[in-house]
């Protein structure tokens, strides 16, 4: 059975950072792209980042590029998103994805 929980996040002040962890269980994590959503209410989900499954890629959205970074850690079978300069528009449910599951989300204010 395919698990993907986050953890990490929180409140923070607009500048701060935050870094969100996501552990899978139940698939070959070794050889999966991981992928980084956020959504907040009343917009779709949308694109934050992704990872290769060597974590020799990666790829991020415009609104993110420069700020966050993702990486993993196979033998710990952890996907990352490291979140700095955060800023009010990054509020959202964070979402941790392999292919069609989803893990349950883990909420980020930025706010002073």
């Known amino acids: 059975q395919v698990q993907l929980v986050e953890s990490g996040g929180g409140l923070v002040q607009p500048g701060g950072s935050l870094r969100l962890s996501c552990a899978a269980s139940?698939?070959?994590?070794?050889?999966?792209?991981m992928y980084w959503y956020r959504q907040t209410p009343g917009k779709e989900r949308e694109f934050v980042a992704l990872i290769t499954s060597t974590g020799g890629s990666t790829n991020y959205a415009d609104s993110v590029k420069g700020r966050f970074t993702i990486s993993r850690d196979n033998a710990k079978n952890t996907v990352y998103l490291q979140m700095n300069s955060l800023k009010p528009e990054d509020t959202a449910v964070y979402y941790c994805?392999?292919?069609?599951?989803w893990g349950q989300g883990t909420q980020v204010t930025v706010s002073s």
């Open positions: 994805r392999r292919n069609g599951n």
């Open positions: 139940g698939f070959g994590f070794s050889s999966s792209l």
